[in-house]
T-cell receptor, first 111, second 114 residues
Framework: EDQVTQSPEALRLQEGESSSLNCSYTVSGLRGLFWYRQDPGKGPEFLFTLYSAGEEKEKERLKATLTKKESFLHITAPKPEDSATYLCAVQAIGDAGKSTFGDGTTLTVKP | NAGVTQTPKFRVLKTGQSMTLLCAQDMNHEYMYWYRQDPGMGLRLIHYSVGEGTTAKGEVPDGYNVSRLKKQNFLLGLESAAPSQTSVYFC?????????????FGDGTRLSIL
């Protein structure tokens, strides 16, 4: 059974204070790992897809990295508008596009 | 483009009542999914569909039924609502392709069962 564990559950940062979110996963055969951002009262919004160990993707202040067992979402010099819940999900090979989601990390950035 | 649209946005039901949640997508996606999200938790897959006329069970299918009569629509039904089904329901769709495809989500239906 595929499993995704995200840590920490909640993270409070001061504006400009860089940090990382962790996503540990167990999957029979990784087809892809996804990061989503979810704002209160909204559906998740796609950020990145990572396909293989060693891969990195960047978007503004966010950088996602992937190893064989975990992924990190690095946030550099965050701003209050980066406050959101970040969800990690994995797709297994041959799984009809289904994703297994972690419980998310809620990030709060104080000005 | 509207993307993925869910109706209604909010609903309050009494135990034992039935209702249908509607999901519509205008991106011509083959795959569609229904999830529930409870406080402090991630998304749990209820049912999904890989194409028009097909449905399959996800992680937590009990108490729910689905239908996909048209490619753009995916309906989630509760035949006899129970308080344990109080949750936020999200619909998503994705493209069938050779590489990994992210899911596109609606903004959810907030359902309370009294």
């Amino acid at each position: 059974e595929d499993q995704v564990t995200q840590s920490p559950e909640a993270l409070r940062l001061q504006e400009g204070e860089s940090s990382s979110l962790n996503c540990s996963y167990t999957v029979s055969g990784l087809r892809g790992l996804f990061w989503y951002r979810q704002d209160p009262g909204k559906g998740p919004e796609f950020l990145f897809t990572l396909y293989s160990a060693g891969e990195e993707k960047e978007k503004e202040r966010l950088k996602a990295t992937l190893t064989k067992k975990e992924s990190f979402l690095h946030i550099t010099a965050p701003k209050p508008e980066d406050s959101a819940t970040y969800l990690c999900a994995v797709q297994a090979i041959g799984d009809a596009g289904k994703s297994t989601f972690g419980d998310g990390t809620t990030l709060t950035v104080k000005p | 483009n509207a993307g993925v649209t869910q109706t209604p946005k909010f609903r309050v039901l009494k135990t034992g009542q039935s209702m249908t949640l509607l999901c519509a997508q205008d991106m011509n996606h083959e795959y569609m999914y229904w999830y529930r999200q409870d406080p402090g938790m991630g998304l749990r897959l209820i049912h999904y569909s890989v194409g028009e006329g097909t449905t399959a069970k996800g992680e937590v299918p009990d108490g729910y039924n689905v239908s996909r009569l048209k490619k753009q629509n995916f309906l989630l039904g509760l035949e006899s609502a129970a308080p344990s089904q109080t949750s936020v329901y999200f619909c998503a769709s994705s493209y069938l392709g050779p590489s990994n495809q992210p899911q596109h989500f609606g903004d959810g239906t907030r359902l309370s069962i009294l």
